[in-house]
C-alpha cells in the first residue's frame, strides 16, 4: 500500500473518517424509515386506484359488534351483481353521507338495476326504503380503534408539521457535508513535477 510523502519525507497518514453522533444515527434512521414509509404509501395510492379500494371510518355503532363504532372499514367498489344475502356493504346516498349496513335482501330490478334492502347489526328494524343501485363498496375487513387517529390526519395543523419534519429531514439528508482534511491541517497536497 503506498502512503503519501509529506514534505518532510515521512509517510502521512491516511484521512480518518469523522465519527458520527448518535443523533446522526437517529436521524438517518428516522430518514430511512420515512423513505420506506414513503415508498409503501406510494404502493398503497397505487393499489387503491388500481382496484377501487378506499377507507371508510365509522362515526356510529350501528353495526355493533362485527364492525364497532370508532373502526376503519377498507372498501372496494364491486358490481351489485357481486355481493349477496349477509354481505356487509357501503351505499353512497345523494345529499347524505354513504351507509354501512348488512344485506337482508336484493333482486334486480327491470331496468338493469339492484334493489337492496339492508339493517345495521345493533338497530333494531331495516333500513327504512331499499337502495336502487349498480354498484356498491363491499367491506373487505375493518380494524377497531382507527377511526379517530386517521381522522386527525386530516387536520391542517397535523399536515403542516408532518411536512415540516419531512421538508427538515429531507434538507438535512441533502445538505453538504464538510469535507475531512486529508491530513492534519489543510496545507497543499503533494506537489506535481512537470512530465
Not at 473518517?17 to 397505487?46: F, K, M, S, W
Not at 438535512?172 to 496545507?187: F, I, K, T, Y
Request: net charge negative.
Amino acid at each position: 500500500m503506498n502512503h503519501l510523502a509529506s514534505p518532510t519525507g515521512a509517510p502521512e497518514a491516511p484521512a480518518k473518517r469523522p465519527r458520527r453522533g448518535p443523533l446522526a444515527h437517529l436521524l438517518n434512521a428516522t430518514l430511512n424509515l420515512a423513505a420506506v414509509g414513503g415508498a409503501i404509501c406510494i404502493i398503497l395510492v397505487i393499489l387503491a386506484l388500481v382496484f377501487d379500494i378506499s377507507l371508510i371510518l365509522f362515526r356510529t355503532g350501528s353495526m355493533d359488534p362485527a364492525i364497532p363504532q370508532g373502526s376503519l372499514a377498507v372498501v372496494q367498489e364491486v358490481p351489485a351483481s357481486e355481493v349477496e344475502v349477509g354481505d356487509v356493504v357501503t351505499i353512497d346516498r345523494e345529499d347524505s353521507l354513504p351507509i354501512t349496513h348488512r344485506i337482508t335482501s336484493l333482486h334486480k330490478t327491470p331496468d338493469g338495476s339492484w334493489e337492496i334492502t339492508m339493517k345495521g347489526d345493533a338497530n333494531e328494524s331495516e333500513d327504512p326504503a331499499p337502495y336502487t343501485v349498480s354498484t356498491v363498496r363491499e367491506v373487505l375487513f375493518s380494524i377497531p380503534g382507527l377511526a379517530k387517529p386517521v381522522a386527525a390526519l386530516n387536520s391542517p395543523y397535523v399536515l403542516g408539521g408532518i411536512t415540516l419534519a419531512v421538508s427538515a429531514l429531507v434538507v438535512w439528508a441533502l445538505w453538504p457535508r464538510r469535507q475531512v482534511a486529508a491530513a492534519q491541517g489543510d496545507g497543499p497536497g503533494p506537489e506535481e513535477g512537470e512530465g
